[in-house]
């Protein structure tokens, strides 16, 4: 069997692709549903969300059009409360903006810290995120938050980090606002997603089950996992024995799997998917009998508890726990640098000991559900030979009709919104491609005009097959 556009993967970047091809494809997800990282479970009638996700964008398109087509309603937007907790106090995100409520001494090294480092550093390139770090912050601040929050979430030294990551996702007061934090409270929540959304019923999967209603759903495959790619042959293996011949394949697995499914990759480009680097994160779900645990939504822990962050997932909505009750997800980094310190029901045994410590659990509070979610990929680790590693494989890939979308398949600090653009913008290109005009003329290479005005006429002849629902339809 032949298919025009194959797309390995239904996530957020699958599922956009999908949408926004307008012509013959078919969708293929490993997994039970559809979603990928942006599912939800119900345990004990509790929700949780595969970690802590929100809605924020600041892409016109993806907050105008996809939030009103995918959730029509079920949205509601809050004021972000995120804190840190250190020292024994809360203070606001973010650390560096916010000091006041530590104790006198470490807000005095924060504060020298910041100074020193914007009138005493030299100038010069920064080359990691080490650096950056030091050189935007100071001592103190590094030393209070920055440093060991990144390690625990991390998990590699932040000297072999790069540092533009950082661009836009992380605030950078300047020394004004971080006296400012130092000497009273700071009331408004700044930087990126300061106001963000999330849906009112469903978790954060409801975001994912909205293109239910925009796909043509007999297009869709679950628990089919693409097994091998003939680059050669356009052929991809599939889990059920099957081999489909494609025009395009768009992936959003992550880049060091696609490069093991790809029969001819050569050992550069083995190479360089070897030298990618990530971390997975285990969630820690858990339930209690006690309503408004918290006012925050989320929580940094950059000191010694397993977890490095807390979503309150009852606080996203209300509407994720039942009456009464209230829930959040630990968040652990993990990888081989840094495994977990124990597993199953050890791991969810200190997750409670660690939340009892800093204040999130009471000792009479009821635990109602505790169940864990793992995520194999999590975060791509930005490292500095990250750009060197993706470009060796996009540049082989080049040519090859296969598409690279996604935060893991581009390897790429994502959120749901540039992955759904991601999605998109593959599909735009294989359009535009499929109607560029059959050359008429009799160009140098015989043999590649015949093929070029083949795959326009092929793309040409409408297939029963072909989609009902159009962007802008909805
Ligand atoms: C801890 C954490 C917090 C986050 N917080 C937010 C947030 O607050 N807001 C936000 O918008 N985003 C957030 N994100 C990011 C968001 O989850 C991702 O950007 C988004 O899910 C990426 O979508 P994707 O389609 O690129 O990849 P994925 O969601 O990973 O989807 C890829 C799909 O491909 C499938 N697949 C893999 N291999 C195969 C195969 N061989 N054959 C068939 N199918 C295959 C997988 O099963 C999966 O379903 C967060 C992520 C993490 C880890």
Redesign the pocket.
């Known amino acids: 069997m032949h298919m025009r556009n194959i797309i390995?993967?239904?996530?957020?970047?699958?599922l956009s692709a999908a949408y926004h091809l307008q012509d013959e494809y078919l969708l293929?997800?490993?997994?039970e549903r559809?979603?990928?990282?942006?599912k939800s479970v119900e345990d004990n009638g509790f929700i949780f969300d595969?970690?802590?996700?929100?809605?924020?964008t600041n892409e016109a398109y993806v907050k105008d059009t996809l939030y009103p087509m995918l959730l029509g309603d079920n949205i509601h937007w809050q004021h972000r409360e995120a804190w840190i907790y250190s020292k024994d106090v809360h203070t606001r995100y973010p650390f560096q903006a916010a000091t006041y409520g530590l104790p006198a001494e470490v807000i005095k090294e924060c504060v020298l810290g910041a100074v020193s480092a914007r009138y005493e550093n030299g100038g010069g390139a920064v080359s990691n995120f080490h650096e950056f770090i030091y050189r935007n912050w100071g001592t103190g601040i590094a030393k209070h938050f920055m440093i060991p929050y990144n390690q625990k979430l991390w998990a590699v030294p932040l000297e072999e980090m790069s540092h533009e990551w950082l661009n836009g996702r992380v605030p950078t007061p300047d020394l004004a606002e971080i006296l400012d934090g130092a000497l009273r409270p700071q009331p408004k929540p700044m930087g990126p997603n300061a106001l963000f959304g999330y849906p009112l019923r469903g978790g954060f999967e409801a975001l994912v089950t909205g293109w239910k209603r925009h796909l043509d759903l007999s297009r869709v495959q679950v628990n089919?996992?693409?097994?091998a790619i003939d680059p050669l042959r356009k052929t991809a293996r599939l889990s059920t024995g099957a081999t489909l011949g494609y025009d395009n394949l768009i992936v959003?697995?992550?880049l060091p799997?696609i490069v093991e499914?790809l029969t001819t990759a050569p050992a550069e480009v083995r190479a360089a998917a070897q030298g990618l680097r990530s971390v997975s994160?285990r969630c820690v779900n858990i339930g209690i009998d006690r309503s408004q645990m918290t006012e925050k939504h989320w929580i940094y822990y950059p000191e010694d508890t397993v977890f490095h962050r807390i979503f309150v997932q009852s606080n996203a909505s209300a509407l994720c726990a039942p009456p009464g009750c209230s829930s959040f997800t630990a968040?652990i980094t993990y990888s081989a640098h840094k495994p977990l310190p124990c597993d199953d029901s050890a791991l969810i045994e200190l997750v409670i000991k660690d939340a009892r410590r800093v204040g999130m659990l009471q000792p009479d509070d009821r635990i109602l559900a505790a169940s864990q979610i793992d995520?194999p990929?999590?975060?791509v680790v930005p490292d500095v030979h990250k750009e060197k590693n993706v470009a060796t494989i996009r540049s082989w890939l080049t040519g090859q009709d296969i598409h690279l979308?996604?935060?893991?398949?581009e390897w790429a600090y994502?959120?749901?919104?540039?992955?759904m653009l991601?999605?998109k913008r593959v599909a735009d290109t294989i359009r535009q491609t499929r109607q560029r005009p059959a050359k008429v003329s009799v160009p140098p290479s015989g043999r590649r005009a015949a093929t070029n005005a083949a795959i326009t006429t092929s793309f040409a002849t409408p297939s029963p097959l072909l989609a009902h629902a159009k962007p802008g339809e909805s």
């Open positions: 390995l993967g239904g996530g957020p970047a699958g293929l997800e490993k997994a559809i979603g990928g990282l942006c595969y970690a802590g996700h929100i809605l924020f089919v996992s693409v097994d959003t697995a992550p799997v499914l994160v968040e995520l990929f999590a975060y979308a996604g935060r893991f398949a994502y959120n749901s919104d540039h992955a991601a999605g």
